[in-house]
């Protein structure tokens, strides 16, 4: 339909013979792919309602529509608009443009803006005319390259701001902090956003907070996010400490899944927590060089199921005997000095074995070993995993054996940049091809 320039009158066809209505059941509309398209009215003249029922509406990838004139529409809910000019955004008179307009857009609750690449701000309307969109609940802007400003609504419960490297502050009507109605934040790749956060008794409905590429965010709230069930940091580079006293960290809180990942400067978070921590089932401490950390034995949290780690300051090597809980099944290891993970018949306490050597938790359904350039041998140290399903192995090219009797138990089977193991699961000459050429995901490079 790319020849199709102008949707008008002649799409909405008779009115219902009975109440004078066009459309009277649709609920969601969408015009996608429409590349020739110009102008889409729904202007029909006095007395006829135009979509009593629609509550949704997607504009995705039309580029060259620039005129927008369409009738009240109370009932929406959703406008998703996607590639499209920015001129789409000005014209769709019940966001920015009018009074009127505004006012019959109450009941909106969930706005979706993508690839709008003129776009500069968002909101500026509402408050010069003094209108709140109180009822927008969720909103998700995406890959805006231009956009400086955005102006949300205090009631908001969830933002998602993804590639917008112009951004440079959020504001919610007359604040210029985070609302204390936000359940779930999410910003990605915004480099020039400035955060400010609220005192902290304003942040206690916040569950879910992910940030990731914030170079200027420097400082987080403290003892605020009782709430807080996932939290999630990439990538910014100038934080150097989490509080203590924030962050669903205290033993009686309920986070359930922690990342901080590829934060170059942070130095410290409050791992004395972690032991305590019932709640959290997920874990991920990956390439943050100055994070100076062994993780002694005891340490880990009671009932985590799926843990990485890799690249801290202190190698994996030097930690020592870990008293991993029974409840960890998958476990992602990365950038390590082992030689050989230790045998379990071998270990103890009290023994010199220890201080070196590395024992893998018998629960394990999941292991990837990711980067151990050091590492030689696999096939005691793995012997005593009965539960293992799925093996990955990449970037270990002095491994030389597998633990024969796991292979024909395994689902999965990824060996990927391992010179001395590749050869031996070749399909040609390989001594573990036999077996392994049943496993049924198998993937070799």
């Keep these: ?65 620039d005129v927008v004139e369409i009738e009240l529409i109370p009932s929406l809910r959703v406008l998703h608009v996607e590639q499209c000019s920015v001129v789409v955004l000005r014209k769709l008179k019940y966001v920015w443009e009018s009074e009127e307009a505004c006012k019959n857009l109450m009941r909106l609750q969930n706005l979706v803006v993508r690839g709008c690449v003129n776009l500069v701000s968002l ?30 609504p205090n009631t908001i419960e969830k933002l998602e701001m993804f590639h917008c490297p112009s951004l440079t502050s959020l504001t919610f009507s007359t604040m210029c902090s985070l609302p204390y109605t936000l359940m779930k934040l999410q910003i990605l790749a915004c480099d020039n956003l400035q955060v400010s956060w609220l005192p902290k008794n304003f942040l206690l409905s916040l569950e879910s907070l992910a940030i990731a590429r914030i170079p200027n ?49 942070i130095k410290s978070f409050p791992r004395d927590h972690l032991g305590s921590l019932t709640s959290l089932e997920e874990m991920c401490l990956y390439d943050c060089p100055r994070l100076d950390y062994s993780f002694p034995c005891g340490l880990w949290p009671p009932n985590l199921s799926r843990l990485r780690l890799g690249g801290l300051k202190k190698p994996i090597s030097e930690w020592g005997l870990q008293n991993f809980p029974t409840s960890l099944v998958q476990l992602s290891l990365q950038n ?11 270990m103890s306490y009290s023994s ?48 030389r054996d597998l633990p024969e009797t796991l292979l ?13 193991l590749g050869k031996k699961c070749s399909s040609k000459k390989g001594k573990y091809w036999p077996i392994i050429s049943k496993i049924p995901d198998l993937q070799l490079d």
Excluded at 26 to 41: A, M, P
Excluded at 46 to 56: A, K
Excluded at 336 to 346: N, R, T
Aim: hydrophobic share 35%; glycine share 6%; aromatic share 6%.
């Design 1 to 65: 339909m790319n020849k199709l320039r102008r949707v008008g009158l002649e799409l909405h066809g008779p009115t219902n013979s009975c109440s004078g209505i066009v459309f009277p059941s649709l609920e969601v509309l969408e015009f996608r792919n429409l590349q020739g398209l110009e102008e889409w009215s729904t202007s029909c003249g006095d007395n006829v309602g135009i979509f009593p029922c629609l509550h949704e509406i997607s504009i995705v990838n039309c580029p060259k529509l």
């Design 123 to 152: 909101g500026e309307k509402e408050v010069h005319l003094k209108i709140s969109m109180e009822s927008v609940r969720e909103v998700q802007i995406e890959g805006c390259p231009i956009l400086e400003s955005y102006n949300r």
């Design 217 to 265: 965010l420097r400082l987080f709230p403290e003892g605020c996010l009782v709430h807080l069930t996932t939290l999630k940091i990439h990538g910014c580079d100038n934080i150097e400490s989490i509080p203590d006293n924030g962050y669903g960290f205290l033993p009686f809180l309920c986070l359930r899944d922690l990342e901080i990942s590829n934060c170059k400067n």
């Design 336 to 346: 390590s000095g082992l030689v050989s993970f230790a045998k379990a018949e071998d």
């Design 352 to 399: 010199d074995n220890a201080a070196s050597s590395f024992l893998l938790p018998s629960s394990l359904s999941y292991l990837s070993i990711i980067g151990f350039t050091e590492l030689e041998s696999l096939s005691k140290g793995l012997q005593h995993l009965s539960c293992l399903e799925h093996l990955f192995i990449s970037l270990c090219p002095k491994v």
């Design 408 to 420: 024909p138990s395994l689902l999965s089977l990824w060996v990927s940049s391992s010179t001395e």
